[in-house]
């Protein structure tokens, strides 16, 4: 599932993806994995190499490498259970600020924080967290999607239960605007009854919150933020890190699209077979945002109608 693959032929492995046709999708990558065959990839930035090279991992010390975002490795954390009940050992070397929330994981034998060197540790066998779909064959059937496999206790923010906790995040990361919302498209929000917002966008002022609604609880560590999250009735955020967090936790998460949606997110479909408590609300215009914000306010008033 390597991103240089992906980006060369997205017609092709991107489509099956998005169709829900995984099995197409895995012999695409078998092809690739065959004609990729003892070529190097050490010299390509991390999230570009190809690891795993089709051995089978059964009865071997397996390495995790995770070289994509702190978002992909929280989905694809899912595997370790799998992979622990064929291998001899589980190895994860992870995003260091991940470790602590990485530890409530089953499967995971030992966790090492990632660097830009090489790992400390003896392995038989080595794979990219993202391959593991593709050596499992997964397909919708399949898909590892019991939840929550991340766990952390609730960081209680009020202990006002009244109005609904509701969570707002707004801003991707820099690689790609074109997921993240300007914070003046979400003003039509403020004016919903029953609700009490957090903005758990990362500096949030600086981020382009205006004060005029909601909360700012601050900055916190990506394991405190979890425990935030874990007290939220509801988290509203784009294509983002938090995404995938609320839905490894089995909280409830409506996830705001652009039109152009990343493949996990398939076509044609408000739901994600990889999180059950995830609702995905899609834009029908290239840069529209403000019909996504109207059908998440009227989404919403339904919420805090039956909360009242």
């Given at each position: 599932?390597?991103?240089?693959?992906?980006?060369?032929?997205?017609?092709?492995?991107?489509?099956?993806?998005?169709?829900?046709?995984?099995?197409?999708?895995?012999?695409?990558?078998?092809?690739?994995?065959?004609?990729?065959?003892?070529?190097?990839?050490?010299?390509?930035?991390?999230?570009?190499?190809?690891?795993?090279?089709?051995?089978?991992?059964?009865?071997?010390?397996?390495?995790?490498?995770?070289?994509?975002?702190?978002?992909?490795?929280?989905?694809?954390?899912?595997?370790?259970?799998?992979?622990?009940?064929?291998?001899?050992?589980?190895?994860?070397?992870?995003?260091?600020?991940?470790?602590?929330?990485?530890?409530?994981?089953?499967?995971?034998?030992?966790?090492?924080?990632?660097?830009?060197?090489?790992?400390?540790?003896?392995?038989?066998?080595?794979?990219?967290?993202?391959?593991?779909?593709?050596?499992?064959?997964?397909?919708?059937?399949?898909?590892?999607?019991?939840?929550?496999?991340?766990?952390?206790?609730?960081?209680?923010?009020?202990?006002?239960?009244?109005?609904?906790?509701?969570?707002?995040?707004?801003?991707?990361?820099?690689?790609?605007?074109?997921?993240?919302?300007?914070?003046?498209?979400?003003?039509?929000?403020?004016?919903?009854?029953?609700?009490?917002?957090?903005?758990?966008?990362?500096?949030?002022?600086?981020?382009?919150?205006?004060?005029?609604?909601?909360?700012?609880?601050?900055?916190?560590?990506?394991?405190?933020?979890?425990?935030?999250?874990?007290?939220?009735?509801?988290?509203?955020?784009?294509?983002?890190?938090?995404?995938?967090?609320?839905?490894?936790?089995?909280?409830?998460?409506?996830?705001?699209?652009?039109?152009e949606a990343d493949w996990r997110w398939m076509d044609d479909r408000?739901?994600?077979?990889?999180?059950?408590?995830?609702?995905?609300?899609?834009?029908?215009?290239?840069?529209?945002?403000?019909?996504?914000?109207?059908?998440?306010?009227?989404?919403?008033?339904?919420?805090?109608?039956?909360?009242?």
């Amino acid at each position: 599932m390597s991103e240089q693959i992906q980006e060369a032929e997205p017609d092709v492995w991107m489509q099956h993806m998005r169709r829900g046709k995984f099995e197409e999708a895995w012999k695409k990558s078998d092809a690739d994995l065959k004609a990729r065959a003892g070529q190097p990839c050490w010299h390509l930035p991390r999230h570009f190499q190809y690891i795993w090279d089709g051995s089978s991992l059964v009865g071997k010390r397996v390495l995790v490498r995770c070289y994509h975002g702190l978002g992909d490795t929280v989905q694809f954390i899912r595997y370790m259970p799998l992979l622990k009940e064929i291998a001899a050992k589980v190895i994860v070397w992870a995003q260091a600020p991940l470790i602590p929330l990485l530890k409530t994981v089953s499967g995971i034998d030992q966790l090492l924080p990632l660097h830009d060197g090489t790992p400390e540790v003896d392995y038989d066998a080595d794979i990219e967290i993202m391959e593991l779909p593709h050596y499992f064959r997964t397909t919708l059937a399949t898909l590892p999607a019991q939840v929550p496999y991340l766990h952390a206790e609730p960081l209680v923010l009020t202990s006002d239960n009244s109005r609904l906790k509701v969570g707002l995040v707004w801003k991707a990361g820099d690689w790609d605007e074109s997921r993240s919302i300007p914070f003046s498209s979400l003003t039509p929000l403020a004016e919903l009854p029953s609700l009490q917002f957090y903005m758990l966008q990362a500096n949030a002022p600086e981020a382009g919150w205006n004060g005029k609604f909601g909360e700012f609880p601050g900055n916190f560590s990506l394991y405190d933020y979890a425990r935030v999250v874990k007290d939220l009735d509801l988290l509203i955020t784009v294509d983002s890190m938090p995404a995938h967090l609320a839905g490894a936790m089995g909280i409830p998460v409506w996830t705001l699209l652009r039109t152009e949606a990343d493949w996990r997110w398939m076509d044609d479909r408000d739901d994600s077979p990889w999180y059950p408590t995830m609702h995905l609300f899609r834009q029908t215009q290239s840069g529209n945002w403000d019909k996504v914000i109207s059908r998440v306010a009227e989404e919403l008033s339904k919420l805090s109608r039956d909360k009242d």
